[in-house]
Nanobody, 123 residues
Framework: QVQLIESGGGLVQAGGSLRLSCAAS????????MVWFRQAPGKEREYVAR???????DYTHSVKGRFTISRDNAKNTVYLEMNSLKPEDTAVYSC?????????????????WGRGTQVTVSS
């Protein structure tokens, strides 16, 4: 099992930047595929980005070119660098983990979750 704790959320003006971190417990972090999801009030949970154990990345269309997902296996941490933020990026951002074979963008395929961190982008 792995426990996940997110940090780095906050309030930022449109056009600004934030970097989210997700720290994982355990010694097997490098064997997990890691993803970021987000959920805005009244909306369904949305896939944001994924990074494989080999460092391959994938993004939902709306954040391509603005967000960057990365991982530091030595620190058991995955990051989400968010630039050119827009009000529609406002949501609770959660990281999740699954076995390396999982390449899904469906939240139900990820068994391990953090509690999330709030990101609010003002216009």
């Amino acid at each position: 099992q792995v426990q996940l704790i997110e940090s780095g959320g906050g309030l930022v003006q449109a056009g600004g930047s934030l970097r989210l971190s997700c720290a994982a417990s355990g010694r097997t972090f490098s064997t997990y595929a890691m993803v970021w999801f987000r959920q805005a009030p009244g909306k369904e949970r949305e896939y944001v980005a994924r990074i494989s154990i080999g460092g391959n990345t994938d993004y939902t269309h709306s954040v391509k070119g603005r967000f960057t997902i990365s991982r530091d296996n030595a620190k058991n941490t995955v990051y989400l660098e968010m630039n050119s933020l827009k009000p529609e990026d406002t949501a609770v951002y959660s990281c999740a983990a699954a076995g390396a074979w999982v390449r899904s963008s469906l939240w139900s395929d990820y068994p391990y979750w953090g509690r999330g961190t709030q990101v609010t982008v003002s216009s």
